[in-house]
């Protein structure tokens, strides 16, 4: 039973352009939301995060949304650059635990 | 100075053997996990210590037993690999509470293989 799902296996966008991630999840009682970064044969490493009692996180050109009612969250890169060219994964937080989607696979085109 | 180190970075075994993966971090965090990714690319999480006292423990097979020596230790030993036991198993770190960001830091990953 997927509590977080990342629906989209794969993006691709040219270099410049707006990289729109989503995510959905089933359970609400999670908190926080966070977005992690992976390069292959390296750990995931954090990116932005997002309290539940908030809608929206800017960080540079990095922006979170959220929307509590439609369980919906997206990550936004705005431009676009090929070093963002990475698995992207969606987590739930919910007390010690972190619930993972399946990652997608941004490619950014230059 | 890396922050969070797992060893080895590859293992490659036979069926039936029992290995060890170990896990280190210089963070200064309460809470260590490990998190297993499969051939589906999920991150699972396997177990979680905080101050040395397992607070999770997802439905594992008992061959898979985890033993936190200090809080910036966190080893795995595997009895009785299996097939199924290859993926990509990773450590991380965070200093959380039982609410909150919960913001975790990850090692580079043990790629196990099991033949």
């Known amino acids: 039973d997927q509590q977080v799902k990342q629906n989209s296996p794969s993006l691709s966008v040219q270099e410049g352009r707006i990289s729109i991630l989503n995510c959905d999840y089933t359970?609400?009682?999670?908190?926080?939301f966070l977005w992690y970064k992976k390069y292959p044969a390296e750990g995931p490493t954090f990116l932005i995060s997002?309290?539940?009692?908030?809608d929206k996180n800017e960080d540079g050109r990095f922006t979170v949304f959220l929307n509590k009612s439609a369980k919906h969250l997206s990550l936004h890169i705005v431009p676009s650059q090929p070093g963002d060219s990475a698995v992207y994964f969606c987590?739930?937080?919910?007390?010690?635990?972190?619930?993972f989607g399946a990652g997608t696979i941004l490619r950014v085109k230059s | 100075d890396t922050a969070v180190s797992q060893t080895p970075k590859y293992l490659v075994t036979q069926m039936g053997n029992d290995k060890s993966i170990k896990c280190e971090q210089n963070?200064?965090?309460?809470?260590m996990y490990w998190y297993k990714q499969d051939s589906k690319k999920f991150l699972k999480i396997m177990f979680s210590?905080?101050?040395?006292?397992?607070?999770i423990n997802e439905t594992v097979p008992n061959r898979f037993s985890p033993k936190s020596p200090d809080k910036a230790h966190l080893n795995l030993h595997i009895n009785s690999l299996e097939l199924g036991d290859s993926a990509v198993y990773f450590c991380?770190?965070?200093?959380?509470?039982?609410?909150?960001?919960?913001?975790?830091?990850f090692g580079p990953g043990t790629r196990l293989t099991v033949l």
């Open positions: 359970n609400s009682m999670f908190d926080y």
């Open positions: 997002i309290s539940s009692i908030k």
């Open positions: 210590y905080n101050n040395k006292e397992l607070i």
């Open positions: 987590a739930a937080s919910q007390g010690y635990k972190l619930v």
């Open positions: 963070l200064g965090h309460d809470t």
């Open positions: 991380a770190s965070s200093q959380a509470g039982p609410s909150g960001r919960n913001e975790q830091f």
